[in-house]
């Protein structure tokens, strides 16, 4: 059983899936992170249609509801870092700071034109993390 755990969420995929696989891999103890990350992109589009981003931080907070709620079912501790700046960069530089033991991240249906098994975000992460990846479809 893994006590700290890193959870890469994107609001926008649905995270039962690696939810129900967590609930798998915690024991007495296991605190899950939940990071999501505001790309530049989002930051930029968001403050020139006049949201600030601390609006921009608290809806990514309320698009991750379900994966609290779903952590909370199950009964699991868990923290919440919304962070701004690349997804790929800021799960890696967390899952190499010795803090986790293992990340687990969604994978993002690839479209089916590209064949490609694996997201960027998840195989980057694969790539580079110096702890276990799990990925779930």
Do not use: F, W
């Amino acid at each position: 059983m893994y006590k700290h755990i890193l959870l890469g969420v994107d609001t926008t995929l649905k995270n039962d899936k690696a939810l129900e696989q967590i609930s798998k891999l915690v024991g007495e103890g296991s605190t899950v992170t939940i990071l999501n990350a505001i790309n530049e992109q989002d930051a930029q589009s968001s403050v020139k249609s006049g949201i600030h981003i601390d609006e921009l931080i608290e809806k990514r907070r309320e698009g991750l509801a379900k994966t609290r709620d779903k952590l909370k079912s199950y009964g699991i501790q868990y923290n919440e870092r919304i962070e701004r700046g690349n997804a790929k960069e800021l799960l890696i530089k967390h899952a190499n700071s010795g803090e986790y033991e293992i990340v687990v991240l969604s994978n993002r249906k690839a479209e089916e034109q590209k064949k490609i098994v694996l997201g960027s975000v998840s195989h980057k992460v694969a790539k580079r993390a110096k702890i276990p990846v799990l990925i779930v479809k």
